[in-house]
């Protein structure tokens, strides 16, 4: 992928349109996932349980539990769980209406404005590895949406389903993200190290079967990184369409 993919725009193949509404909106739902954190915070405040809620030791998907008791060995009782699996919900929307509205051919320069991508080669590698990230995004943020709406206390199966479809998705989608950004963004490596994360605690939850000192604070290693490394890829997103506005605007009036 580091490969010569890209050129100035008076060579030749595609030019993404970065300024577009599409981009901008698409920018911005990956950005919004931050609300997580907000929700979270507030939603460990108002925890009722007999002691109080350590991210260290407690799991998050307590804090989405419907109802006061005894869950897997784990006190638990959450009043504002409505607002945590509400969070969970908007989060993986937001993951999903950008993979749908950040072009693949966007996605592959870092909303660069006025790069084309050059017929080759590399420029036939690029494509299906944003195409990946597109689906892989799309499946993270599904896979959260089945959270929300799965409560862990229900006792169904889809609950961690979803969450091992938001870890495994996020991790792989932004781990390749990371790489398509290299040659354009110093952003690549944080998007990168957060995908590396993630894919880290995953293999060491799936070999001690999060028996370890403190199971919060290895699912937080898991989820966090995926939240923040979105983040930090809407934000990219947001910042360069918010340029390309602003000089198209600027020459509009001269």
């Not at 996932?33 to 405040?45: G, K, L, N, P, R």
């Not at 957060?194 to 919060?216: D, I, Q, S, Y």
């Amino acid at each position: 992928m580091r490969e010569q993919m890209t050129a100035p725009a008076a060579s030749g193949g595609q030019l993404p349109d970065v300024g577009t509404i599409r981009s901008n909106i698409g920018g911005w739902a990956h950005l919004s996932v931050v609300q997580y954190f907000v929700a979270e915070s507030a939603v460990i405040e108002a925890w009722r349980g007999p002691e109080p809620y350590d991210r260290r030791t407690g799991f998050i998907s307590d804090l989405g539990a419907l109802k006061c008791g005894i869950y897997e060995h784990r006190d638990v009782c959450s009043p504002l769980h409505l607002l945590m699996n509400a969070s969970f919900v908007v989060q993986g929307l937001g993951l999903i209406f950008g993979a749908l509205l950040l072009s693949s051919a966007l996605l592959c320069i870092a909303a660069k404005p006025g790069v084309r991508i050059l017929p080759g080669a590399a420029s036939r590698k690029a494509l299906p590895a944003a195409v990946a990230v597109r689906i892989l995004t799309g499946i993270a943020g599904l896979g959260t949406v089945v959270v929300g709406f799965v409560p862990e206390d229900l006792g169904s199966p889809f609950h961690l389903v979803g969450a091992l479809m938001f870890f495994i998705g996020g991790a792989f989608a932004l781990l390749l993200l990371g790489l398509l950004w290299l040659p354009h963004t110093g952003m690549s490596w944080f998007v990168a190290v957060c995908g590396t994360l993630t894919l880290g605690a995953l293999v060491v939850g799936a070999l001690t079967r999060m028996h370890v000192p403190e199971p919060g604070t290895l699912e937080r290693l898991m989820a966090y990184p995926v939240t923040i490394g979105f983040s930090a890829a809407g934000l990219v997103v947001a910042q360069r369409v918010r340029e390309v506005r602003r000089t198209a605007a600027r020459l509009a009036k001269r």
